[in-house]
């Protein structure tokens, strides 16, 4: 091996960027190995869209809240950062969707928002008796060829029609990923649905068998919750992972304009003005950076129009007294076209008990469908009327709230629309022939969760330096 350090470059300093330079620092300070990291973060702070700030008392989410318990590579890197003492689980409760003015809790024995058994349709209150045989028909529909990919509003319709798929699955997926289902591939998105249908013949069934029984227990609501953050927030994560980095690593406000490739390395044209030599780079910004930072290859410029949607979520405070009409529950969603600007309303003090003081209100809502983005550019002031407007009619609000915090995600949320794997797949075999040791990683490609990015950032960790080991 050649004695000269070899460097890596990160573009990008939110959670997929942290984890591959974590797990890229402990694998070269365990094995010796003659590698340098740097990472180039454009705005002035660390976590993406990890953001947690504290006001009077209050712990407030600014980005994502949570991660889900059962994903491994986030409890694995918690556990690892001696962070299982800071753990919280979510408070479990009721659920619901608001339809027709009404809130309407989301059926039992559901996964995202897909009956688990006959008795969950049975009981919905969110589709008509025509829409339950329709939706019970799952049960012997014959299974989809499968030899392509398709969006997920057409699977989900075709097996269980129009009605249950419209009041109930796409308000919960929708209001997930901010996304058009009739867009969204299922094979990037959700594969386990495509594996039952293929492997049961029906989701139904297949969810029946594979996922855990509703037990008494958790129907009374005393199991631990699926999700779990930190007593001081979910930035608690992020400030734990930047200690273990050497500080010299890290660079922040301050973009990667340009990347030139040379014989066996590349320049990094710096926004200051300076120039990063590497010999390896990965690349966790957004998909829709790439055509810039890599003007001169033809392959990189259809990322320019893959879809990412704009979202905000305005953050209110209120004392408990001014909440006239108190609902029994964690939160609800908003079935599309249903008069309303807010997709989702989550009330954080309930389902989060800690980061509210007693006495007091929190309540997270969210604006920004599909087709529906323009409202994310109203003033902050307007943003909160909005919102106010929309919760007043179903909650009879009193007064005004204490304060508010408004945060705008700008094309903030990738969209894996259909044929997402098949276009990836294509692009990173022409970029390991075109441009060896570039390595595309993050929310844009392979899983938007943070346990998700986490995994791929250790992943793209290995990838990077097993390239290094074996060129140099």
């Keep these: 091996m050649n004695n000269t350090n070899k460097q890596i470059v990160i573009i990008g300093g939110g959670i997929t960027g942290l984890s591959t330079a974590y797990y890229l620092q402990k694998e070269i300070t365990r094995n010796q190995l003659p590698f340098n990291i740097k990472l180039v973060e454009a705005s002035n702070r660390l976590g993406g869209k990890i953001r947690t700030l504290q006001r009077d008392g209050f712990t407030i989410e600014q980005g994502a809240d949570s991660m889900l318990i059962r994903k491994k590579p986030a409890v694995k890197l918690v556990k690892e950062l001696g962070l299982e003492n800071e753990i919280v689980r979510n408070a479990t409760g ?9 809130f309407h809790r989301i059926p039992k024995d559901t996964f995202m928002g897909v009956p688990k058994n006959i008795r969950s349709v049975l009981r919905s209150t969110l589709i008509s008796p025509t829409g339950k ?25 075709r097996r269980f029609g129009k009605e249950l798929l419209t009041n109930q699955i796409e308000t919960l997926l929708s209001g997930i990923h901010s996304g058009d289902i009739y867009n969204m591939s299922l094979q990037a998105s959700y594969p386990n649905f495509y594996q039952l249908e293929q492997k049961y013949g029906s989701l139904i069934k297949g969810l029946s068998k594979t996922m ?8 009374k609501q005393s199991a631990p919750g699926m999700f779990f953050s930190f007593k001081n927030g979910l930035e608690t994560l992020v400030h734990e ?52 930072l890599f003007s001169q290859y033809d392959f990189f410029k259809p990322f320019k129009e893959i879809p990412a949607t704009s979202t905000a979520n305005i953050v209110l405070a209120f004392d408990q007294v001014k909440i006239k009409k108190d609902i029994d ?13 807010i997709s989702a309303c989550t009330w954080t003090h309930k389902k989060w008990p800690l980061t509210t003081p007693e006495g007091k209100v929190l309540l997270r809502c969210y604006v920004g469908r599909p087709g529906e983005e323009s409202v994310v550019d109203l003033s902050d002031e307007d943003l909160t009327e909005v919102v106010l407007k929309d919760l007043r009619k179903v909650m009879k609000l009193k007064g005004d709230p204490a304060f508010s915090v408004v945060t705008r995600w700008r094309q903030g949320r990738p969209q894996y629309t259909v044929g997402h794997l098949e276009r990836l797949s294509k692009t990173r075999k022409q970029a390991a022939e075109q441009v060896p040791g570039v390595f595309l990683t993050g929310s844009s490609y392979e899983g938007q969760g943070i346990p998700d990015c986490i995994e791929q950032g250790e992943k793209t960790a290995q990838e990077t330096l097993q390239f290094l080991l074996a060129r140099y």
């Design 94 to 102: 009721k659920s619901y969707i608001l339809a027709n003015h009404k």
């Design 133 to 157: 045989i329709r939706a019970l028909a799952d049960l012997v529909k014959a299974k989809g060829k499968g030899d392509k990919d398709e969006s997920l509003g057409s699977f989900f319709e």
């Design 212 to 219: 855990p029984k509703t037990t008494k227990q958790i129907e």
């Design 241 to 292: 992972l930047k200690k273990t980095l050497d500080p010299e690593m890290v660079t922040l406000g301050t973009a990667v304009d340009h990347i030139e490739k040379k014989e066996h390395f590349y320049h990094l044209l710096l926004s200051n003005g300076d120039v990063y030599r590497a010999d390896a780079i990965i690349v966790t910004s957004p998909s829709f950076t790439l055509p810039k």
């Design 329 to 341: 529950g964690t939160g609800f969603l908003v079935r599309k076209n249903s008069g309303y600007q």
